[in-house]
């Protein structure tokens, strides 16, 4: 099974996850995303320069530290984007100066969101060429949501992707030719349960192949 692989740029090179998988470091505006084999790829982008300041350190902290299971969740083969300016350690006061505004916004812009209304989630099945970005794609718009409620939901969201990916393992052992839910259905029914009561300005956005969908995190 291919190692999980989360290209950030936090720690060391040798660093490695609570599960035993290695984390391997990408980080400024010239290191490319890795093609490989990936079934996707999961960017978390920060476009908005407000959290690039000394006071959202532990904020950008707590959120990377919530990212991390969530591209878990997802499986080892669908890889984890995380960016960041250079190499340093996650709890240094002043991580909030490292997170690469820039480079999260060109992809902002790629997709044609605002600043404002992230951080954003975008899982595409495509490889995430910034000049020519996939039209496949999920998009979780997560509202300027303050930094304990962005935790709270991606934490809501990893265990409801957890949950189901137990649910698949167990009814594809069960039943062998029963295919298990496709990424884009466990992201669509894990949003589902997740972001109501988060607010109207957070939603779930799927464009791919047959299936379009939104959710909204609030009634209606």
């Given at each position: 099974?291919?190692?999980?692989?989360?290209?950030?740029?936090?720690?060391?090179?040798?660093?490695?996850?609570?599960?035993?998988?290695?984390?391997?470091?990408?980080?400024?505006?010239?290191?490319?995303?890795?093609?490989?084999?990936?079934?996707?790829?999961?960017?978390?982008?920060?476009?908005?320069?407000?959290?690039?300041?000394?006071?959202?350190?532990?904020?950008?902290?707590?959120?990377?530290?919530?990212?991390?299971?969530?591209?878990?969740?997802?499986?080892?083969?669908?890889?984890?984007?995380?960016?960041?300016?250079?190499?340093?350690?996650?709890?240094?006061?002043n991580l909030g100066?490292?997170?690469?505004?820039?480079?999260?916004?060109?992809?902002?812009?790629?997709?044609?969101k605002p600043p404002?209304?992230?951080?954003?989630?975008?899982?595409?099945?495509?490889?995430?060429?910034?000049?020519?970005?996939?039209?496949?794609?999920?998009?979780?718009?997560?509202?300027?949501?303050?930094?304990?409620?962005?935790?709270?939901?991606?934490?809501?969201?990893?265990?409801?992707?957890?949950?189901?990916?137990?649910?698949?393992?167990?009814?594809?052992?069960?039943?062998?030719?029963?295919?298990?839910?496709?990424?884009?259905?466990?992201?669509?029914?894990?949003?589902?349960?997740?972001?109501?009561?988060?607010?109207?300005?957070?939603?779930?956005?799927?464009?791919?192949?047959?299936?379009t969908a939104e959710?909204?995190?609030?009634?209606?």
């Amino acid at each position: 099974m291919r190692r999980l692989v989360l290209i950030a740029a936090v720690l060391v090179c040798s660093a490695t996850w609570a599960n035993g998988q290695a984390g391997v470091e990408l980080v400024g505006p010239t290191q490319q995303i890795p093609r490989g084999t990936f079934k996707t790829w999961s960017l978390f982008l920060i476009c908005n320069p407000d959290w690039a300041t000394p006071d959202k350190s532990k904020d950008l902290a707590a959120l990377y530290n919530r990212f991390r299971p969530f591209h878990e969740a997802i499986g080892a083969d669908n890889l984890g984007v995380w960016f960041w300016k250079r190499p340093m350690a996650i709890n240094d006061p002043n991580l909030g100066a490292n997170v690469d505004i820039a480079r999260s916004a060109a992809f902002c812009a790629a997709i044609g969101k605002p600043p404002s209304q992230g951080p954003y989630l975008v899982v595409t099945s495509e490889y995430p060429d910034v000049a020519n970005f996939p039209r496949d794609r999920a998009i979780f718009e997560l509202g300027g949501l303050p930094p304990a409620d962005l935790a709270n939901l991606l934490n809501k969201l990893t265990d409801q992707l957890l949950l189901q990916n137990r649910v698949d393992a167990a009814l594809t052992t069960a039943n062998p030719p029963r295919e298990p839910s496709s990424l884009w259905i466990r992201l669509l029914e894990g949003a589902r349960q997740t972001l109501i009561g988060f607010g109207c300005a957070v939603k779930l956005q799927i464009q791919t192949g047959p299936l379009t969908a939104e959710l909204r995190g609030c009634a209606g």
